[in-house]
């Protein structure tokens, strides 16, 4: 199961200031994006969450499974935005 500490709401989280990490380096870090590959198209990832290690792993290994990063603000999602 993924699970995440909520931080921020999402509102909070997506209008807050932000900058680009690389996917790699996200754990630990607020999301201020949402991230759902498809498929399935669910959110793993939701604006305000503290991301984790194993969203993070779930995330990389869904892309080298030929999955498409539905919300992702990069199409490649070799990085994302968090919470600056």
Known sequence: MLSAEQVLTPAEAFYADSKRVALNDAAGQ???EMLSPYPPGIPRVVPGQRITDEQVQYLRISMELGTFPFD????ELTSVRVVA
Not at 72 to 75: E, P, T
């Open 30 to 32: 607020i999301a201020a």
């Open 72 to 75: 992702a603000s990069g199409l």
